[in-house]
């Protein structure tokens, strides 16, 4: 597993974040708002990093990360911008599955603008915002990435840091399930398996168990599926009173747009969220025709060719048209 494979630029990202980690000292480490389960194990995993290099850092997100990841890493705390638990200025900062800077939420209000921003991330459509930039577009997870640096770095694999990158990996290829799932997938999950990881017992944790307000979302929202382009589109939307009525949060809805990217035939799986009266969060999911990665960046946002998504100013009715359109053309 050598990283000198993916070419000698890689091999220097990750060589100057090395330098990065051991030259400064409180570290500032970020992922994105509404973590899922590699950006919190990301950030979790640099934190062990930073712990075992005797560094001061702090873990931070926009909002609280949810209640099913402190698992993850239960001994340390990510704090919350929105709670203001964030305090000190830092000019050390360390993004993880951030494709692009605004990713971070608010939190960029705790960064001063000459901070040194150090980016591990492996999005396609990373606009390599760091100063130092590891990007590995071929990983499946940013965690895959974080093996490369803790590998070139020569720390040991431990059980907690072990368990951490295994949960990115787990979590982004939907259980090892997407197409994402690459033999390097494979072998670093082995070898994490190999230090005592139990990944039978975080596949229930962070795949099969679902809420009650998951649940309830689900039975209101597949009231809401629409085929278009003769059943190459499928879509499903729930409104905020929706949302209100199941009590749900943003980690109920996941896994939603699972339904119509599913159904037999579709090209392309579509949920609309609609966030206020006038905002719309589209997830876009493909079977593999369409770059909706693409689609995502027409509307301003982005992510990779089979899961994307964007936010639209507009009714769900006006969002659902766009975006529908806009499939369609790719679909042409
Ligand atoms: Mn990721």
């Not at 990510?78 to 800077?101: F, M, Q, R």
């Not at 295994?166 to 994402?180: E, I, K, P, S, V």
């Not at 085929?227 to 009590?247: F, Q």
């Not at 693409?294 to 990779?304: E, I």
Request: charged share 20%; hydrophobic share 40%.
């Amino acid at each position: 597993m050598n990283v000198s494979s993916q070419g000698a630029d890689y091999a220097g990202q990750i060589a100057a974040a090395n330098r990065f980690l051991r030259e400064h000292d409180h570290y500032l480490v970020v992922s994105h708002v509404n973590p899922d389960g590699d950006a919190a194990s990301s950030t979790y995993a640099v934190g062990l990093v930073l712990r075992k290099l005797g560094k001061s850092y702090t873990l931070v997100n926009e909002g609280a990360i949810p209640d099913k990841f402190h698992g993850i890493s239960s001994e340390q705390n990510v704090k919350s911008w929105k709670n203001g638990e964030l305090s000190d200025a830092y000019t050390y900062v360390i993004c993880v599955d951030c494709a692009d800077y605004s990713r971070v939420g608010e939190v960029q209000d705790g960064i001063a603008p000459e901070a040194h921003i150090l980016n591990i991330d492996h999005h396609a459509t990373n606009d390599r915002y760091g100063e130092i930039n590891v990007v590995r577009e071929d990983a499946a997870s940013t965690t895959e990435v974080l093996f490369d640096l803790i590998e070139q770095m020569g720390l040991e694999m431990d059980l907690p840091l072990a368990q951490c990158l295994y949960t990115g990996l787990l979590t982004d290829t939907g259980g090892f399930r997407y197409a994402n799932t690459s033999p390097r997938v494979l072998q670093i999950a082995s070898r994490l398996i190999g230090i005592g990881v139990n990944g039978s017992l975080l596949a229930e944790r962070y795949l099969e168990k679902i809420t009650l307000s998951h649940i309830e979302l689900l039975k209101r929202s597949l009231s809401t599926l629409k085929l278009h382009a003769n059943g190459k589109i499928a879509l499903l939307y729930v409104t905020t009173d929706d949302i209100a009525a199941s009590n749900a949060s943003d980690e109920d809805l996941e896994g939603l747009v699972n339904y119509p990217r599913n159904i037999d035939g579709v090209e392309v799986g579509l949920l609309f969220k609609q966030r206020a009266h006038d905002t719309v969060k589209v997830s876009f999911r493909s079977a593999g025709q369409v770059d909706v990665s693409l689609v995502a960046r027409s509307f301003g946002g982005g992510g990779h060719k089979r899961a994307s998504g964007c936010t639209i100013q507009g009714s769900i009715e006006e969002a659902i048209q766009q975006v529908v359109a806009e499939i369609e053309a790719a679909l042409a």
